[in-house]
């Protein structure tokens, strides 16, 4: 291995350093951006464990964050076709995505203007969006057709009744709705995080969604996430899973200076050492998991032995573009290093956190149910494929005690553990003496930086 001596890590300064150390003198190519730390002087310290318990804190959130959000509310792929409806649910808010025939999307609010019903139950292609009670009926775009009996409503112009509509934008595949229809445009919530992909060139609506599962968890949907928003937690909760792989004490935040709706996690794949060295023998056993736990099929191959000149990260790489070959037909080989077996994960505010390179091609985000105490985790893997887009997975649900490792296979392992810690972080939370949880300087800084942006929305800084 090429590497330089690390840096036992004793600050953000030394995993900086340590990451860089990695970069330089492989040249794996990362993305400038990827290169440059970034870091913001964020004063929140600790977070008043009633904005995980709190009925009323959840109902400011649905009134202060949820109403005046853009929200991730489909993938793109599951709506190919003029017509293809989506729904989507979430504090409060019920709206159906509908294709349109000229390839654009729109958003209705999902009650019918008659008496309230809900206009759509199911997903699926439709010609036109009629309500079941009394027939009440609006085109793809939301234009009344028909209103039976128009004669008896002297108060209702059939042609002036559309659909309330939601603001729809578009981003890297996915849907994003505002209920507000006049919102300012998506990109302009997304701050430079658009410009950071293209210059990137990371695209994940040149993927295919292969599976997807909403998951039901008992705990706040901010417990939920914020397990998801630093690796701290990775000795304790997956020593066998994650840990084997590489330390967490690498793992990079960045937060971006002006930038409250994102921030950035980075990680490296086969660099396990943080104490001076990244033996032969270490690299042997990161390379020894890799295969058990995500490619088994190649389990009997000849070139998984590490040396000087075949490192840990050599034969990751060899082997996920070897994967994504056989299995979905994807060539890899013209893609940098970094992208292929690296990790990166942004978390956009308020809910959903895509990652933009194939170390876990993972996009999720998360919702309440309908209170403080449960929420919903839509998790969906975004694979490479060949010259033909494969259809995309249907969405299976999970219930709160089914497992996701039947499902998502080894990460389906590493989301388990973290399942099985969720509701009993609720109920500390719930029986806390101190009332307020601790937030560290950097590993989790970015549970501070979503915190201090959540305190902005809902008006509270406790
Ligand atoms: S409630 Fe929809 S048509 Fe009557
Ligand atoms: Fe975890």
């Not at 949820?66 to 979430?90: E, F, M, R």
């Not at 980075?266 to 060295?277: A, F, T």
């Not at 080989?333 to 990790?343: K, L, T």
Request: aromatic share 12%.
């Amino acid at each position: 291995m090429t590497k330089a001596s690390p840096t036992i890590i004793a600050s953000s300064n030394d995993v900086y350093e340590n990451f860089m150390s990695l970069y330089r003198p492989e040249r794996d190519d990362p993305p400038a951006s990827v290169l440059e730390q970034s870091t913001d002087d964020i004063p929140l310290h600790t977070v008043s464990t009633t904005r995980y318990t709190s009925q009323e804190f959840h109902e400011r959130e649905v009134r202060e964050v949820w109403h005046k959000v853009w929200q991730v509310a489909c993938w793109g792929g599951d709506i190919p076709n003029a017509g293809d409806t989506s729904l989507y649910d979430n504090a409060g808010i019920s709206a159906v995505i509908v294709r349109q025939n000229d390839g654009t999307v729109k958003a209705f609010y999902n009650s019918c203007l008659h008496r309230g019903m809900r206009l759509c139950n199911t997903q699926g292609s439709r010609a036109s969006l009629k309500c079941r009670f009394h027939g009440y009926t609006w085109g793809l775009d939301g234009k009344c057709t028909n209103l039976p009996h128009a004669w008896d409503f002297p108060n209702l112009d059939q042609e002036n009744l559309p659909l309330p509509e939601l603001a729809v934008g578009e981003w890297q595949g996915f849907i994003f709705v505002h209920p507000d229809a006049s919102a300012r445009p998506l990109e302009a919530y997304l701050g430079s995080m658009p410009a950071q992909w293209e210059a990137a060139g990371w695209s994940l609506d040149s993927r295919f969604k292969a599976i997807h599962v909403t998951k039901k968890i008992r705990a706040n949907w901010k417990v939920a996430q914020e397990a998801f928003m630093e690796g701290y937690h990775a000795p304790a909760v997956h020593p066998d899973t994650i840990m084997p792989a590489g330390p967490f004490e690498l793992i990079r935040a960045d937060i971006f200076p002006g930038e409250p709706h994102f921030s950035r996690g980075l990680g490296s794949s086969g660099v396990i050492d943080v104490d001076g060295e990244n033996s032969i023998a270490r690299q042997q056993a990161a390379v020894d998991h890799y295969v058990r736990f995500y490619t088994p099929e190649f389990s009997a191959r000849d070139d998984l032995v590490v040396t000087d000149a075949n490192t840990a990260r050599d034969i990751m790489h060899r082997l996920a573009v070897e994967k994504a070959r056989i299995d979905n037909g994807a060539d890899l080989s013209n893609m940098a290093r970094f992208d292929v077996i690296d990790f990166c994960w942004y978390n956009v505010f308020p809910n959903f956190m895509p990652w933009p390179t194939l170390g876990y091609p993972l996009a999720y985000w998360f919702r309440p149910i309908d209170g403080p105490n449960t929420c919903t985790m839509d998790i969906l893997f975004l694979l490479p494929h060949g010259d033909t887009k494969p259809p995309s997975a249907q969405c299976i649900d999970l219930d709160y005690d089914d497992p996701c490792e039947p499902y998502l296979g080894a990460v389906g392992t590493i989301l388990d553990e973290d399942m099985a810690n969720l509701p009993i972080i609720q109920q500390g939370l719930e029986s806390s003496k101190s009332g307020v949880v601790n937030l560290s300087e950097y590993f989790e800084s970015r549970i501070r930086h979503f915190h201090s942006t959540l305190g902005r929305y809902v008006g509270d800084d406790s």
